[in-house]
DNA sequence: GTAAGAAAAATTTTT
DNA sequence: TTTTTCTTAC
């Protein structure tokens, strides 16, 4: 057939795009067209007669999700592209969830739990079980749950499952498996999952109901699934079964772009590929299309240092370009100072403000970024961060609509059974809680009959209860009936919640009464859309089901246009801008101190850098700070270890005002001279005003950690040293001893007593 | 039960 | 620095 589009393709893409008789696997490098393939192979299957709501095309965000969609439409009509099944993994499953969720016990209105929902429930079973929530702390607790769903690996299975028993036993979490089983059996009293649970019951759903899955499979005559590399088990698991009969998929990734296996993902899925597909047809694209020689081979040779990897060789024929900046600041003000100047420059060579990117790898460092680009006057957009459905009042307005679309829903409740101030407060909760547990029901069923299961609380409180209930009860009532945007309406009316924003004029309160309107509008819009589509009335659980999984990167605003864009690293994958300023590459920054333990670890932050770097078309920059304001306080830091790993080649080193030019290995040492030189006038003998003189002092961090290389932060207290206590004022130190790898010091307060005190814990100033 | 104020803790990446 | 938890006074 011949199709002009086609010959837009290289040799090696159009292969890719023209290959549909069995699976295939698409090895994409950074900047080789890997969307390009992906969109033209569906249009080419459009185009060869395939209908459109037979393709599934699974993205990883809903943005790439959304443009793709764009370009075909573009090519070949909105009309046929609108069928097509494409969409997040999340998203795509949730529907098809939703339509059978009576198969597996929930309703069709079920709730999706974000990740704060998921804390607050863990946080609250940490405590109902009275467990110490030092040992387990939520996050780990939610990681670790969340590693069983991705793996599929259930409540029981866990309990079978000895290596985990051991691990749990051995990180001296041994309750693991009962918060996680508590965790589940919460969601379904609740109506819930959360963001695994649409993989791990769409799995559930499939195994458990084969009439089910090959329905999906029949209808499913090609699967396509972009970032492959980044797929997780449970999702691995679902393509694989969709794709059984026919095995008409082709998955397109980059094994050195996988960044995400924080969240599952596993990077085996894409190395042995051929294993699951065994006749599948591998094609490598290798000419990157995006970036200068220079940023190619400059990435290359980082990324070369990792052992795990598909070997390719990504190559450029685009100009050779300059070489990476590297820039050398004291502090993250002037990194922020010194980027929106160079940004400022770039607007004389012809850049627009759109074409520049300033990538960070953890969202706290923004807001320095932020302050430097407006006083110099630099419009901006930013991803990520806290998004408009984070707000407080928003999702204050979204719990009410989701009690009242599924009154089970425990987290919502709780958020706003006493928001506006109704005299229900925390112990009347509690009790709820705990009754609804013993009978194992929902917390709203216990409302509803607080008699029968013997709520013990008095008139008064059961008064309230009983108010609150019946306002959601008639809300309730009118939600399948009355339209999303009367609903919403009526409830931010009825419920207090608009008079609690109106209560006085300060510009907080004004912005809040503003993001309640905004939210009102986009319930209003949704409505309309559905309206203009010929879709019956649009109802509250609609617009919930659609905004649960949206995130701030969803709202692309026409205001936004020419700005310079600010975001992680992460939500970086797959953008392109002419310039990149790669920001914070420290030590105890990027890579992340959390991921420098092992080295599977260490190459995944490798990647990341990786990714970073090769967004850039044009130019790019790299910078790092001496000193860093973190949590408080002033931190120092070394360049990161990863700027070692590029070719010195293909880099602009920065010039030490120093008596010989800093070479790569010189950097430790200078880094040390300058940390000592900047102590010493620290540490300087000071006298305070109008006080007798006294002997200089520091602050001595005790806390016994390795990586720590900073002399006066890593010193214990000796013998005999004079400390000053918060509580017990000063004190003598008597001796010191480990326990259990902590440091611990017997210290004499005088009158107030020999205490032994944990230095990981005491804050202990050490006179000196 | 509430509100305010103090103290302590926690800081990665995202659907 | 920001967020959460604890304390205290009404």
Redesign the pocket.
Known sequence: MDLPFLNELNESQRRAVEYTDGASLVIAGAGSGKTRVLTYKIAYLLKTGMAPSSILALT????AAREMKERIAGMVGEKTARYLWMG????VFSRILRSEAERIGYSKNFTIY??ADSKSLV?SIIKELKLD??IY?H?FVQSRISYAKNNLITPDAYLANTDLIKADNASRVPLMNNIYKIYCTRCKQADAMD??DLLLQTNVLFRNNPDILQKYQNLFGYILVDEYQDTNFAQYLIVKKLAEQHEKICVVGDDAQS??S??GANIDNILTFKNTYQNAQIFKLEQNYRSTKTIVNAANSLIDKNAQQIRKTVFSEKETGKPIKVLSVFTDFEEGFIVANNISDLRFANFRYQDIAVLY????QS?VMEEALRKQGIPYRI??G?SFYQRKEIKDVIAYCRLVCNPNDEEALKRII?YP????????VNKVIECSQLHAVSAWEVLTDMLKYNLA?NAG?ANKLAQFRSMIDVFAEQVTTQNAYDMANSIVKTTGVIADTYTDHSPESMSRQENVQELLKAIHEFCETKQADGEPTALLPDFLSEVS?L?D?DTDKETDKDKVTL??V??AKGLEFRAVFIVGMEEELFP?P??TQSERELEEERR?FYVAITRAEELCFISFAKSR?????TNFSNPSRFIKDIDLQFLDMPVEAKPKQARIGDWDDDMERERNRFQSSFSKPFIRENSLPVAPKRMVKLSNTDGDKIPTENSSIPAGAFVKH?IFGIGKVLETSMVNGNEKAEIDFGEKGVKSLLLK?A?LEVLK
């Open positions: 990883f965000t809903n943005k997040t993994f999340h998203s974000d990740s946080k929530d030092k702390k996050g963001f695994d960044i995400y924080f969240r790898r953890t969202n706290s807001r991803y990520g806290l006493n101030a109704r005299g229900i407060g925390e112990t009347t609380v409180t999984l995130t990167q975001m992680t992460h939500s992340s959390f991921c990341l304001f973190k949590n408080g306080k918060n814990f804050k």
